[in-house]
């Protein structure tokens, strides 16, 4: 079983920034691909950020179109802690912010049901 715990959520005004963290346990962390999705109020959960193990494409980033060049993600993994680093945020990227582990090999990144374990949750919200 592999436990996700995030951290690192809050209020913060339009332009500021915030760093999520997500620890992890139960695995061999640095052998699988980690992802940050976000679900707002009414609307599905969104894939926002995701990145590779070291070992498969030495840890290459992916990122939702509405986050590039605001967002990035990172992993330490002697830590088995990924984290999303946030700037110039948005009063639309106001939601909860979940990691997730994708044990499986099949699926991309990008698709919610390719990750096998999630975390709780952390609230962002962007006033205006």
């Known amino acids: 079983q592999v436990q996700l715990v995030e951290s690192g959520g809050g209020l913060v005004q339009a332009g500021g920034s915030l760093r999520l963290s997500c620890a992890t346990s139960?695995?061999?962390?640095?052998?699988?691909?980690m992802g940050w999705f976000r679900q707002a109020p009414g609307k599905e959960r969104e894939f926002v950020a995701a990145i590779n193990s070291i070992s498969w494409s030495t840890g290459r980033a992916y990122y939702a179109d509405s986050v590039k060049g605001r967002f990035t993600i990172s992993r330490d993994n002697a830590k088995n802690t990924v984290y999303l680093q946030m700037n110039s945020l948005k009063p639309e990227d106001t939601a909860v912010y979940y990691c997730?582990?994708?044990?499986?090999?099949?699926?991309?990144?990008?698709?919610?049901?390719?990750?096998?374990?999630w975390g709780q949750g952390t609230q962002v919200t962007v006033s205006s």
């Open positions: 139960g695995r061999t962390f640095s052998r699988y691909l």
């Open positions: 997730a582990f994708k044990e499986s090999t099949s699926g991309s990144y990008y698709y919610t049901p390719s990750y096998d374990y």
